[in-house]
């Protein structure tokens, strides 16, 4: 789990990053924590770390005050978890507008705080059972896994193929592939991963997906009718 901490008071900022290790190391699980005082900065390396999974935001903050920091975040964001960390209990109707998940209270209290963590994390694992996370050249990407088309491998170069586009992955399809060992996809020959709830049409040598015609190989027919004829006859994941 990727968190930016934002909050610009030095003791706050260190009893909270102190709490949150000692969340993550009890439950023996990594937690990727990055810290900013103001949010200009947070805002600068968002996207060049691939996003985070939570925001903490105090909302008094120096310059831009952490309300501005997630609205600007939520334009281009719709998926990162947000709570805020304030003092004052006055600002949770503007809160609304971006979707806070919580509100830390100072004093930070650890039995109310680590409550805001557990719900973070469970709705974190929820989400991330229907993403995918991959590498690209600008980082890391995170892919919902039903917006998927198809991934294909070319001259050891994988592209990934979505609703939004494509893109090159620095990855093996290999690698993908058991990545979404748990998801409805499967190859229709040694270049190509299909997603099988995008196929639009199969013919005798090729299957069609989102208007890409992606050919069969002999040895791969087999298995995707199979695979194709089990997830369309209900036993869909």
Do not use: W
């Not at 995707?224 to 994941?237: D, I, K, Q, V």
Request: aromatic share 10%; glycine share 6%.
């Amino acid at each position: 789990m990727k968190i930016a901490l934002v909050e610009d008071n030095g003791l706050h900022q260190a009893q909270i990053r102190q709490e949150i290790q000692n969340y993550f190391d009890e439950l023996n699980e990594v937690c990727e924590l990055h810290v900013f005082d103001n949010g200009s900065d947070m805002l600068d390396h968002y996207y060049s770390v691939g996003g985070y999974d939570l925001l903490l935001l105090d909302i008094q903050l120096p310059g831009m005050d952490g309300i501005s920091v997630a609205r600007q975040v939520r334009q281009k964001d719709d998926k990162v978890l947000i709570a805020f960390i304030t003092s004052m209990t006055a600002y949770a109707v503007q809160g609304y507008s971006v979707y806070a998940m919580d509100y830390i209270l100072k004093p930070i209290n650890r039995i109310s705080f680590r409550s805001t963590l557990d719900r973070a994390r469970e709705l974190f694992r929820q989400r991330t059972e229907h993403y995918i996370s991959v590498t690209t050249g600008d980082g890391m990407f995170k892919v919902d896994i039903s917006q998927i088309y198809y991934i294909e491998t070319e001259r050891h170069a994988v592209r990934l193929y979505y609703t939004k586009g494509s893109f090159h992955i620095n990855d093996t399809l290999k690698s993908i592939e058991e990545k979404l060992k748990n998801a409805p996809f499967c190859r229709c020959n040694n270049c190509y991963l299909v997603n099988l709830a995008h196929v639009e049409q199969v013919k005798k040598d090729v299957v069609i997906v989102a208007g890409h015609e992606l050919a069969f190989s002999r040895l791969r027919y087999k298995p995707f009718m199979e695979a194709l004829t089990n997830y369309m006859g209900g036993t869909r994941r």
